[in-house]
């Protein structure tokens, strides 16, 4: 068989086995199959669709297309999470130290910023000294010391997907459960965790934008760990605001350290999500039997300063200067020339936010890269005052944009303002959390 | 808006634009597009489809991608046939000078063989000294010396078909009406005729495998003629068994001239289709008022000897040896090293043929090219015995093989018998004509 009978197989809605699965990635990522053939298949695959089966052998044969880590010497269920991208999401700086703090083991490795979301390696640069490129035998020493660590992506960990994912980028083939489904697991087995908590976010500032769509990609996933023997829990939450109220790298992780201070509210968007992933982590992790036993752990590992501590061990680990991890420290990473809140240009309810364009102001002001090479700005970004269904009256502030540059200034703010839809009267709420599948 | 945008239109079920069509091919074919984008949209083109106004524009855009030829200056309504490819269908070497004689003007041009499905030129070049690479001023002389001639495409026409052609060969994306027709009547309108008729074949020997699908890229193409302001009409003929009895180059030249000859029945497959062809061209040169009159002039060009006359003063014109063109002379051009009857392995009633796999056979005996570098032999091929819906006996001659290299002999051998049917009580037949389409 030839690449072109693979295409039109999946062209007439047929299904590739799991040798042509094999041999297509093998031969793409040789090169043997060139670009042209391969977005081919790709928009077949976006439109014609892959069963579970397929997505899974798909996964199988992306992991095996470069290195795998081996975390087994390591004690205990080694546990990851993954957010499939949002704005103002920086649940892996609070709920992987509080994992730890309560006896789990999270050895994880996280991506950059892509588009209009922001990445946890990107956070993790703000703090000076970090250095997020650690060898595998490093990487694996820091967890046994500290119980956690979060570095970049290293060696030739699943070559296909990179490979993949830059022709998907440019092919219009990027929004497919199944595709999208098995670049996330793949990167997740080959980073060789025992467990994988999933955290699928739906909304405005998503990748996917409706709940079925998300709901599916969930389901698929939790499936595939099945057949491919993980144990994988993901969770469909919402992303029609900033999860947080920090947009930004420094900005995000003091938010981050402020919530392991114990100065955020339960109730608050970011706590929540943080307990839910925190507590299937733990349960994924055979440290706690219930969801309430999990959520007494985490908020004790907050009360008693054991979250912080965790992390501020892994920074000093990577390098970091640790002692910048309290509020008024990290106030000092998020200096910037000039603090300018965003008057509301009329009163009523906060009825919406695109948080797709409150990502891309913050991108503008130099908090995000529109290209690759992009330097980003650690201390800028954005802070909200105000959440959907909030009251805001006119001259209020809709937000604090953090500036050091004034470049895209007007851009930003007018961005905010389409971003932000202000009614007479407050609108329904959609939910925090859509759906729990495992 | 960039090519992705495009990409992404389709994909979502949006309409392109004039502009945004016209902007894709120009891009393609000057490089600036590359093929790894162009295959994906033409994936989402197969399997998300284009309106008539759309493939209309898809059409016009690749026209203008090269040169265009004027015939203006030649008299009357210049016609021009095409057929959607098959075996054993040489109806344009019968219909071209029929309709030359009767007075219409034919200024056509004509493909090569693909894949099972033979071609005119390659036809044409089985009669010795005959050359299809004319100028284009050459081409017009003969027009208005003989009224009648057929070369090879010339100089630089749609170079955006031949572009995507080879990417659409190689990335699943031949079946698709709307690029077909495209594909189809960019040439035809850059080969300059006032009046197309078009002959849609479906069948197992066509690369359209239903009535539906055949039927659907016949009313497409006279839609698109009607927005492009030529006359088109287009009928839906049968290819469920080749066409004609020969398969192979001068084997179906010489069918051609034994039919000009006045050798070939009334109710014959390939005489009627010519008849409907033929019909249809002096209906739209506005030679004949009704059917039957069109019927009677045609058989009147072929007693008279008129219509063969016509086609060997073009075999003439371009350098051939005319004086062949005779049911004699004809012969010494299919003379060969072996002719070998395929007896039948049992007695019955043929009840279906696999045209396609007749097509094949012929081919490796040396009758078509499996790649473009292959050299063709004209002599050989395959003359059918029966056709569908005939009675057999066990050792009766299907067909015979018309053999110089007997090193792929095994192999048509086993493919004709895997491509007639022979069953013990007969089978409904297929009709020969399924539309006209006008």
Same mark, same amino acid.
């Given at each position: 068989m030839r690449m072109v009978d693979y295409i039109e197989k999946k062209v007439n809605h047929e299904e590739l086995s799991h040798d042509e699965i094999q041999a297509i990635v093998d031969g793409f990522v040789s090169g043997e199959i060139p670009d042209y053939q391969m977005s081919a298949l790709l928009m077949a695959i976006v439109l014609n669709d892959m069963n579970e089966r397929e997505a899974a052998d798909l996964t199988l044969s992306m992991m095996r297309s470069g290195d795998t880590v081996d975390l087994s010497d390591l004690p205990g269920v080694k546990v990851d999470k993954h957010s499939s991208g949002g704005v103002g999401d920086t649940t892996t700086l609070v709920v992987a130290p509080l994992v730890a703090a309560c006896g789990g083991t999270v050895a994880k490795m996280s991506g950059r910023g892509l588009a209009f979301s922001g990445g946890t390696i990107d956070k993790l640069e703000s703090i000076p000294g970090v250095n997020i490129? $650690?060898?595998?035998?490093?990487?694996?020493?820091?967890?046994?010391?500290?119980?956690?660590?979060?570095i970049g992506q290293t060696g030739n960990l699943v070559p296909a997907d990179k490979k993949m994912y830059a022709l998907r980028d440019v092919t219009g083939t990027v929004q497919s459960v199944p595709l999208i489904a098995a670049s996330i697991m793949s990167k997740k087995l080959a980073a060789g965790a025992d467990a994988i908590v999933l955290d699928v976010k739906v909304g405005s500032g998503a990748?996917?934008?409706?709940?079925?769509?998300?709901?599916?990609?969930?389901?698929?996933?939790?499936?595939?760990?099945?057949?491919?023997?993980?144990?994988?829990?993901?969770?469909?939450?919402?992303?029609? $605001?900033?999860l947080g109220l920090s947009v930004g790298n420094a900005l995000e992780f003091r938010e981050a350290v402020q919530l392991l201070s114990g100065q955020v509210p339960e109730g608050d968007a970011l706590y929540e999500v943080c307990m839910l992933l925190g507590t299937q982590m733990l349960l994924l992790s055979k440290l706690a039997k219930s969801d309430e036993e999990a959520?007494?752990?985490?908020?004790?590992?907050?009360?008693?300063?054991?979250?912080?501590?965790?992390?501020?061990?892994?920074i000093h680990e990577l390098g970091g200067d640790e002692t910048l991890l309290t509020p008024k420290g990290m106030d000092t990473l998020c200096a910037v020339k000039k603090m300018i809140p965003l008057p509301a240009k009329e009163s009523g309810y906060v009825v919406g936010m695109q948080a797709e364009l409150i990502g891309r102001a913050a991108q503008v002001l130099g908090a995000g890269r529109a290209t690759k090479e992009d330097i980003i700005d650690p201390a800028v970004g954005l802070v909200m005052h105000k959440r959907v269904g909030d009251k805001i009256e006119q001259g209020e502030a809709i937000c604090t944009l953090y500036v050091n540059d004034e470049t895209n200034l007007n851009d930003a703010m007018e961005t905010m303002y389409a971003a932000v839809h202000i009614s007479g009267k407050p609108d329904e709420l959609t939910p925090m959390v859509y759906a729990v599948v495992r």
């Open positions: 490129a $650690q060898p595998i035998e490093r990487f694996k020493e820091i967890v046994r010391k500290t119980g956690v660590c979060v990748f996917m934008k409706t709940v079925d769509e998300a709901k599916r990609l969930a389901n698929l996933m939790v499936k595939m760990g099945k057949l491919l023997k993980r144990e994988v829990v993901a969770v469909v939450t919402d992303m029609n $605001q900033p959520r007494s752990m985490l908020k004790q590992a907050i009360v008693s300063g054991e979250g912080l501590k965790k992390l501020r061990a892994m």
